[in-house]
């Protein structure tokens, strides 16, 4: 069974620009998550998506945005790039929205604002 | 409101030994998950082990056990017999059964000393 994928892995952007960043979940796993890491923040939660509505939102600004197809895949948009959006993000996809089901994350698209 | 705190930053290990990752939380939930990751330098983040807070038993998963004390909210991770590859960031993580949001602690950095 193929992982999560989200393309591309690495980005470099120049502030003010605007960037879409996909990612495929493992097959059959209906919710997504997006969660940005960097060194001074770690880990903050995005947003999720199940069955193409948003489920729960972190406390980003506008600008962070996102959306879910019907085939699971998830898109992430960030408009505006700003320097401090430079960071690693982290898609993770889960079978259900049950407690005990763990986050299956991908690689990861790193993100450069110059 | 949740919080996981992971108080050591950095910890050095001798290849083959025991180490223990601590990791308290605070939640005033009554159920919910408990979940270990690891993100080696490559930046993938990996679903190590789960602890649900109904389990009455310590969850293990070969070389990785966690050492669950409800009352003192703690689950430390306690890997056995490391092994070079094992150097990489360890990050608890908190997930309410009602599905809210999974929040990450700041992680800690392990070094396996051959």
């Known amino acids: 069974k193929a992982g999560v994928t989200q393309t591309p892995r690495y980005l470099i952007k120049t502030r003010g620009q605007q960037v879409t960043l996909s990612c495929s979940p493992i097959?059959?796993?209906?919710?997504v998550s997006w969660y940005q890491q960097t060194p001074g923040q770690g880990l903050q939660f995005l947003f999720e998506y199940f069955s193409e509505t948003q489920r729960n939102k972190g406390n980003f600004p506008g600008r962070f945005s996102g959306r879910q197809f019907s085939n699971s895949r998830s898109e992430m948009n960030v408009s505006t790039l700003e320097l401090g959006d430079s960071a690693l993000y982290l898609c993770?996809?889960?079978?259900?929205?049950?407690?005990?089901?763990?986050?299956?994350f991908g690689n990861g698209t790193r993100l450069t604002v110059t | 409101a949740q919080k996981i705190t992971q108080t050591q930053p950095g910890m050095f290990v001798q290849e083959k030994e025991a180490v223990t990752l601590d990791c308290t939380y605070d939640t005033s939930d009554q159920s919910y998950g408990l979940f270990w990751y690891k993100q080696p330098s490559s930046g993938e983040m990996i679903f190590l082990i789960y602890q649900g807070s109904y389990d009455e038993q310590n969850a293990t998963e070969g070389r990785y056990s966690l050492n669950f004390q409800k009352a003192r909210k703690s689950a430390n991770l306690v890997i056995s017999a490391s092994q070079l590859g094992d150097s990489a960031m360890y990050f608890c993580?908190?997930?309410?059964?009602?599905?809210?949001?999974?929040?990450f602690g700041p992680g800690t950095s392990l070094s396996v000393i051959p």
């Open positions: 993580a908190i997930l309410r059964t009602s599905y809210d949001k999974v929040i």
């Open positions: 993770a996809s889960s079978p259900s929205r049950q407690g005990n089901s763990p986050l299956h």
């Open positions: 097959s059959g796993h209906r919710s």
